[in-house]
């Protein structure tokens, strides 16, 4: 395991997909955060915040559902709450910007029963990673690199926008994922639609437009030579993973792209088991991919170490220097 290189304590909201569809996504989170000095205190009695569905019904409640998570979190002493999943980041800042309106925070403690959150800043898995361990550190941690591993980071709608509110990387352009796997020796695939929307919740009542959304994406991967695609969000990863059969069907393309999360590939890259990253639970496996991107870095090496060798041989001789007292070496006035 690699040595902890931070010394950062948070907060940590799981949120109800990591302990369930999304568990490898927590499970790698904890294993990384861990081998890298981030401490995670779990946030106690921790319930749903709301998610998507909460402020559609009810702006107010919806806000005591993630107020009454940011208070919890309150209770281990942490001043920043984290989480890895984009939607529950967006319910626990949305009411930490919300209760900031007088009128607001008392709609919420009526609903609460009780005094509204005080410290409330929520930041992503990713964000922390990236500013308080950072690419440097990571990189020096990393014991097995992903050299020749082909990734297109895909940041899904909503973990840096609006950007008024996220607070975090560029809302159209982000490269945090980007930087923290190049640390750990993938090569980064850039896309044009690392920012466009997979279809997201719309599967249930419109899985063909899920269907399209999400072949986009597959298939830009596909056209760029990816590997793979990582992501960050639990409803992206299953659109496109657990979904990506239903896809193929839909598009009559066939896809065979594993969608890991990035702190499964991380993992991977600090060294850490298979087992401890959730591996196993990808719908299509990651296995071949790394196989071929080891493959794939041998050849590199041996083609760049037969160009190295070919051009020493194709080297005209020097000539051999004279041996000190010769005439060569002291020409006569």
């Known amino acids: ?53 909460a402020h559609t ?7 005591a559902l993630a107020a009454r998570n940011l208070r919890q979190a309150e209770t281990t002493g942490c001043e920043r ?16 910007h919300h209760l900031q309106q007088a009128d607001y925070r008392a709609n919420v403690e009526e609903l ?26 990571i990189a020096a941690a990393v014991k097995r690199p992903l050299a020749g591993l082909r990734v297109v980071p895909y940041y899904g709608c909503i973990m840096n926008r609006p950007p008024e509110l996220m607070a975090f990387d560029d809302p159209e352009n982000p490269t945090a994922m980007d930087r923290l796997l190049a640390a750990c020796g993938a090569e980064i ?25 999400s072949a986009r994406l597959l298939n830009m991967a596909q056209d760029c030579g990816a590997d ?59 296995e071949p991919a790394l196989k071929a991107a080891a493959e794939r870095e041998r050849e590199r090496k041996a083609d760049a170490e037969a160009k190295a060798a070919a051009k020493l ?3 005209p001789a020097g000539k051999t220097a004279p041996k000190p007292g010769t005439e060569e070496a002291h020409p006569s006035g």
């Open 1 to 53: 395991m690699a040595a902890p290189v931070s010394k950062t304590r948070l907060a940590y909201y799981p949120g109800c997909s990591q302990s369930g569809t999304a568990a490898e996504y927590d499970i790698s989170t904890r294993a990384c955060c861990a081998a890298l000095g981030v401490e995670l205190v779990d946030v106690p009695d921790w319930t749903c915040c709301g998610s998507t569905p």
């Open 57 to 63: 019904v009810d702006h107010h409640l919806a806000g």
């Open 81 to 96: 709450t984290t989480t890895p999943c984009p939607s529950c980041l967006a319910a626990l800042r949305t009411a930490s």
């Open 112 to 137: 609460l029963g009780g005094p509204a959150p005080q410290q409330s800043t929520a930041v992503s898995v990713l964000q922390v990673l990236l500013e308080d361990v950072g690419p440097e550190a």
């Open 189 to 213: 695939v850039d896309s044009p639609f690392k920012t466009e929307c997979c279809g997201a919740a719309f599967a249930m009542p419109r899985l063909d437009m899920m269907q399209r959304l």
């Open 228 to 286: 793979c695609i990582a992501v960050a969000c639990p409803l992206c990863q299953m659109n496109l993973d657990l979904r990506q059969g239903q896809v193929s069907s839909a598009s009559g393309r066939g896809y065979a792209l594993p969608v890991p999360y990035f702190t499964q590939l991380m993992g991977l890259a600090l060294g850490l088991p298979a087992a401890n990253l959730g591996m196993g639970k990808l719908v299509v496996g990651l």
């Open 313 to 315: 041989a194709a080297k």
